[in-house]
């Protein structure tokens, strides 16, 4: 195979490595979609929608925005990011920190207007339509981070069936030293 395909190939360690990163941190998205609710049982707004819980989603998208952006930043500082494959998942990242970075502004909407029912049943009909809007989209957007991040384990997957072409030669099968030259004594 070309020899130029062999320096793109990223170390198999680092790789599985960054598989895992990314599969778990697409598993932490995938969950915090999954239980951060607003509406109860019912399908409904709660008639008194507890602030603190809301402000709570907001506050841990922010942490989880900041882990997708600090993996994206990091890949973006190495090596790796200037190769095909590299490229291809450092653009999977870049959606995934832009998405992320859009969760918690809308999490923390959702928790003001929580805060600002009224008793006027029109203005609360209303409100309570754009909590809902808000908190859907905060965890639609947690969602598409997560595929995001799935579609560049996808990438460094496929990464891996190239070094299957290029085994990495073991300790036995390392070339020999080269033979040593002609000794300075012996002239």
Do not use: C
């Not at 360690?13 to 990314?22: A, F, K, M, S, Y």
């Not at 190495?78 to 859009?102: E, I, K, Y």
């Not at 006027?120 to 809902?132: C, D, G, H, L």
Request: proline share 8%; hydrophobic share 40%; glycine share 4%.
């Amino acid at each position: 195979m070309n020899p130029d395909v062999r320096r793109e190939l990223m170390p198999r360690g680092e790789v599985l490595r960054l598989i895992g990163v990314l599969d778990g941190m697409k598993a932490k998205l995938l969950d915090a979609a999954e239980q951060w609710q607003l509406l109860d049982d019912t399908g409904n707004v709660p008639a008194a929608p507890v602030y603190a819980d809301l402000i709570q989603h907001a506050a841990a998208a922010q942490d989880l925005s900041r882990d997708v952006v600090r993996m994206a930043a990091d890949f973006a500082r190495s090596p790796h990011s200037t190769t095909r494959v590299g490229r291809a998942v450092l653009a999977h990242l870049a959606t995934a920190a832009t998405l992320s970075s859009n969760a918690p502004p809308r999490f923390a909407e959702t928790a003001e207007t929580a805060l600002s029912l009224a008793g006027n049943p029109i203005t609360n009909r209303y409100q309570a339509n754009s909590m809902v809007l808000d908190h859907a989209t905060a965890r639609a957007y947690l969602r598409r981070t997560s595929e995001s991040l799935g579609a560049a384990a996808t990438e460094l997957n496929n990464h891996l069936g190239l070094h299957q072409f290029f085994p990495t030669p073991s300790r036995q099968q390392s070339p020999a030293p080269p033979a040593p030259g002609p000794d300075a004594r012996q002239r």
